[in-house]
């Protein structure tokens, strides 16, 4: 594809319920991260898969939320029993291993009610 | 532990002015610095990486171990530099990007 694509655009979901966020990263790029961006608290790290290494989840903030590569491509960031605390813009970006620029996707904007 | 802070949340000049946007950052090792910058209703996009040693849209930026900073530059601000800006940080080979909290810069005509 052009790019990085996300879906979808935008969520609007009642507190307490589950929701999937998909990223469809560029074509033979290995690396791909996940990040939350919201006002005052900037771009957030939450997940980076690499290749076949085992993802770097140390930005994950509660076991409520998860994500999952299939396939070394299609990713889904999973947030169980949302919180209004939850509601921000879900960036992804991928890039080719070990490079220096990433390409984002347009993000999701999730709001939670 | 990595981190990278930005002190400024909005910066605000008139067109023709000098910039600077101000970058720290904390890690031990040989880090790889990085501007992203994100237009109005676009996305998030590399500006410019410390090791090019490059000028975009007339930005620089200098790496400086000494103060651990790389702070942002332009001598004359123009208005479609009017953007969100974030500096990353990368310590090395194939670990995560860490971004500050960004900046939100307005160029008033």
């Known amino acids: 594809g052009a790019g990085v694509s996300q879906s979808p655009s935008n969520k609007v979901t009642e507190k307490g319920k589950d929701v999937e966020l998909r990223c469809d990263p560029i074509?033979?790029?290995?690396?791909l991260y996940w990040y939350r961006q919201s006002l005052g608290q900037g771009l957030e790290f939450l997940i980076y898969?690499?290749?076949?290494?085992?993802?770097?989840k140390s930005g994950l903030p509660s076991d409520r939320f998860s994500a999952e590569r299939t396939g070394g491509s299609v990713s889904t960031l999973t947030i169980q029993r949302t919180q209004q605390e939850d509601s921000a813009v879900y960036l992804c970006?991928?890039?080719?291993?070990?490079?220096?620029?990433?390409?984002f996707g347009s993000g999701t904007q999730l709001s939670v009610l | 532990a990595q981190r990278v802070t930005q002190p400024e949340k909005l910066l605000s000049v008139f067109k023709g002015a000098p910039v600077e946007l101000k970058c720290n950052y904390s890690?031990?090792?040989?880090?790889?610095l990085f501007w992203y910058v994100q237009y109005s209703r676009q996305r998030l996009q590399l500006l410019l990486r410390?090791?090019s040693r490059e000028s975009i849209k007339g930005f620089t930026a200098d790496l400086n171990k000494g103060e651990t900073s790389f702070h942002l530059k332009k001598p004359f601000a123009q208005e479609e530099d009017s953007a969100m800006y974030y500096c990353?940080?990368?310590?090395?080979?194939?670990?995560?990007?860490?971004f500050g909290a960004g900046t939100r810069l307005a160029v008033h005509p």
């Open positions: 970006a991928s890039s080719l291993a070990g490079g220096e620029k990433l390409f």
């Open positions: 074509s033979g790029h290995t690396a």
């Open positions: 898969f690499q290749g076949n290494s085992a993802p770097d």
């Open positions: 890690y031990s090792g040989s880090p790889e």
């Open positions: 410390h090791i």
């Open positions: 990353a940080l990368r310590a090395g080979g194939y670990n995560k990007l860490i």
